[in-house]
């Protein structure tokens, strides 16, 4: 349990990373003016590979704050059918995995995972790590998801192992509340508010 924060208690750090996590108030106006294009071109990498969330959520402006925003990008993604909601975990790299041996992960999930040692992991680590995203992707058809900023290696392999034991609905549901928390990290550090 060392180095662990159960998803609850993620969940709660994601609350309080709200307004106070914001070094000063958020200019939203040249935001909110944006055209669709432009707000998608700045914001579309914010979920995974998936840029219609910004897409669509680009259609509820005027945000109020980047509170506001982050709540209609995840609303979009809650709202989608659960074919897309798939598609959009199937869109995460495994940890550790070929995209990060290939080069070709996206740049806030290089910067994700180097936070948590996941790019410098000795051999035992990584081979356990891989048999890992294996048995995960065999049981439930997505990759394990996890905002690794907010574990420790040892806490991320932890979470791995346990949640392994569930269910595939309660593991949808985990993978887009760790994707939920993911997406409001990077719209802080996209906003530079963090």
Known sequence: MIGRISLAASLICALLLGPAAFAGPVDMAPINAMDRAAFVVKFGGIF??????AEKAWEKRPF??????????????????????LALLQSHPDLA???????????SSVAEQASAGLDSLPPAEFA?????????????GFPFIIAVKMYTKE???FEFKRRLQNDTQTEFANDLQNVYLI???????LLDTH
């Open 64 to 85: 109020a704050s980047p509170d506001d925003m982050h709540a209609a990008m995840v609303a979009v993604a809650k709202d989608a059918p659960a074919t897309k909601q």
């Open 183 to 189: 997406t409001r990290l990077r719209l802080n550090k």
């Open 48 to 53: 995974e590979k998936s840029p219609w969330v």
């Open 155 to 157: 806490g991320i392999f």
């Open 128 to 140: 356990e790590l891989s048999r890992l995203n294996a048995a995960y992707k065999a049981k439930f």
């Open 97 to 107: 995995g070929k995209e990060a041996k290939a080069g070709t992960m996206t740049a």
